[in-house]
């Protein structure tokens, strides 16, 4: 197939037929890929009209199918009319080229359909940057399976003196455009990187942040809306978020922390992509606290949230205490699976973005995670500290107040976030004669604990042992 005709086709509104295999090691069933593979062609726009499976101990180097598979998908394919067969496996650039040989239509493979995807929902200059890099990137291995003409391209003259020779081969050329297109949109992607992660240091030196995270369509941008202002675009499709939203959540009490809605994971999300996203995932991996979204009403959903733990490790978000929150259970039709889940992990929260179910508890979780653990004490602060004076009556709950000369002595809980915070607004703080600086360490030692549970370093946590400590 020429690199016109693929060009020429597109997978919006296009005839698919879906095609996955199962592997020995495999988690997920074949439905179940199938399904999902489906839910990722129809965000593509295109139209599902067959599916082909096949279980095999190793995939075929030509064709990836067995070749009796590889005549059953053609004979699919013209009796569906499809013009367009996408793979649940990242294929080689020959296997594309021989089964698209074979089929006479275009092949596509999983990663290929979610860089469409991406490009589909990229709104931002950035997003767009970073999803043309990873097509690119994954474009650039495959241009010799896309050119079946390698055609010689001679300088001068059609002909006469100085015109024979091998000249430059059309494969060399577009490699080399390539290479400079990346180049130069790698040092703009720098820049807005760089420029992201100031940002972030910055916006995290000042504020407490939280992170939503979660596998894609977990609902992670509809339960941002109903905690925030709102203004995350919410949709029932696949990878509807593709840039980072923060905004401020009111917790009670006076205090407020950042929330950012985040990008979704997926299973076998490209390498190269999660690479071009980094200044997006930079939000994450900066968060104090994050909240870990699942879509317990999917049938899928503890394979997902390993997806999701290996994704975070991956990029590299293994340090920040994390709370499961469980998601959608008013559309559970049973509370088995529910239970299920709470039995394996006791400190996950069951909450419905949707009808807001749960979100109270969560804001309380979240609260104590942001004060710290909480001392009782006397504080002494002069009363020309205005600052110092207002933090403490916003977000601490003041029992007591005793005026002296010049000082008021406040008798209240103090949590050890909001002990650091308040000595940043400056002026002398005292707790029975001694500044509260030099007790920091004696008033705040151990671990920080939420509820009856310490939080386990999250990367001392694989998804074969469960989720420790929520």
């Known amino acids: 197939m020429s690199q016109v005709q693929r060009e020429q086709l597109k997978v919006a509104r296009e005839r698919a037929v879906l095609v996955a295999v199962r592997l020995p090691g495999d988690r997920l069933d074949l439905e179940a890929r199938l399904e999902e593979l489906s839910a990722l062609a129809l965000t593509a726009g295109a139209d599902v009209v067959g599916m082909l499976s096949q279980r095999r101990s190793k995939p075929v180097g030509?064709?990836?199918?067995?070749?009796?598979?590889?005549?059953?998908?053609?004979?699919?394919?013209?009796?569906?009319?499809?013009?367009?067969?996408?793979?649940?496996?990242?294929?080689?650039?020959?296997?594309?080229?021989?089964?698209?040989?074979?089929?006479?239509?275009?092949?596509?493979?999983r990663s290929e359909l979610i860089l469409d995807i991406f490009a589909r929902r990229a709104t931002t200059h950035a997003a767009r940057l970073q999803v043309e890099i990873a097509q690119l990137e994954y474009t650039y291995p495959r241009l010799r399976a896309m050119w079946d003409h390698l055609g010689q391209v001679t300088g001068g003259a059609p002909v006469g003196i100085g015109t024979r020779g091998p000249g430059e081969q059309q494969l060399e050329i577009d490699r080399r455009l390539v290479q400079r297109r990346l180049k130069r949109l790698r040092q703009e992607l720098d820049g807005i990187h760089a420029r992201k992660a100031r940002e972030v240091t910055h916006r995290n030196e000042d504020h407490y942040t939280v992170g939503l995270v979660g596998y894609t369509n977990?609902?992670?941008?509809?339960?941002?809306n109903r905690l925030t202002s709102g203004g995350a675009f919410a949709h029932d499709k696949l990878f509807a978020t593709l840039s980072t939203r923060v905004e401020q959540w009111t917790l009670g009490d006076g205090n407020a922390v950042l929330l950012s809605d985040t990008v979704g994971f997926i299973r076998d999300l490209p390498h190269h992509l999660v690479a071009s996203f980094r200044s997006t995932l930079e939000e994450t991996v900066q968060c104090d606290l994050l909240l870990v979204v699942v879509d317990v009403s999917d049938p899928t959903a503890k394979q997902q949230f390993d997806a999701v733990l290996e994704t975070l490790d991956e990029i590299g978000a293994r340090d920040q205490p994390r709370q499961l929150v469980l998601n959608k259970v008013d559309r559970l039709d049973r509370s088995d699976s529910l239970l299920s889940w709470l039995a394996a992990h006791p400190d996950a929260l069951p909450v419905s973005a949707e009808?807001?179910?749960?979100?109270?508890?969560?804001?309380?979780?979240?609260?104590?995670?942001?004060?710290?653990?909480?001392?009782?004490?006397?504080?002494?602060?002069?009363?020309?500290?205005?600052?110092?004076?207002?933090?403490?009556?916003?977000?601490?709950?003041?029992?007591?107040?005793?005026?002296?000369?010049?000082?008021?002595?406040?008798r209240t809980s103090l949590g050890a976030r909001?002990?650091?915070?308040?000595?940043?607004?400056?002026?002398?703080?005292?707790?029975?004669g001694v500044?509260?600086?030099?007790?920091?360490?004696?008033?705040?030692?151990?671990?920080?604990?939420?509820?009856?549970?310490c939080r386990v370093p999250p990367h001392r946590l694989h998804p074969a042992d469960g989720w420790a400590g929520g």
């Open 62 to 109: 030509r064709t990836f199918l067995g070749k009796g598979k590889v005549e059953e998908l053609g004979l699919l394919i013209k009796s569906v009319k499809a013009t367009i067969a996408i793979f649940d496996h990242d294929l080689t650039p020959a296997q594309i080229r021989n089964l698209e040989r074979a089929m006479s239509v275009k092949i596509i493979d």
């Open 218 to 224: 977990a609902g992670k941008s509809s339960m941002f």
């Open 355 to 410: 009808s807001g179910e749960g979100l109270d508890r969560l804001a309380e979780i979240v609260r104590d995670h942001a004060v710290g653990p909480q001392r009782e004490l006397s504080l002494t602060v002069a009363t020309a500290n205005a600052r110092a004076v207002d933090f403490l009556e916003r977000r601490t709950p003041v029992s007591d107040r005793v005026y002296g000369d010049g000082v008021v002595t406040l």
């Open 418 to 432: 909001q002990a650091q915070q308040l000595l940043s607004r400056g002026g002398p703080v005292q707790v029975d």
């Open 435 to 453: 500044p509260l600086a030099d007790l920091l360490d004696s008033l705040w030692p151990e671990p920080m604990v939420v509820g009856d549970t």
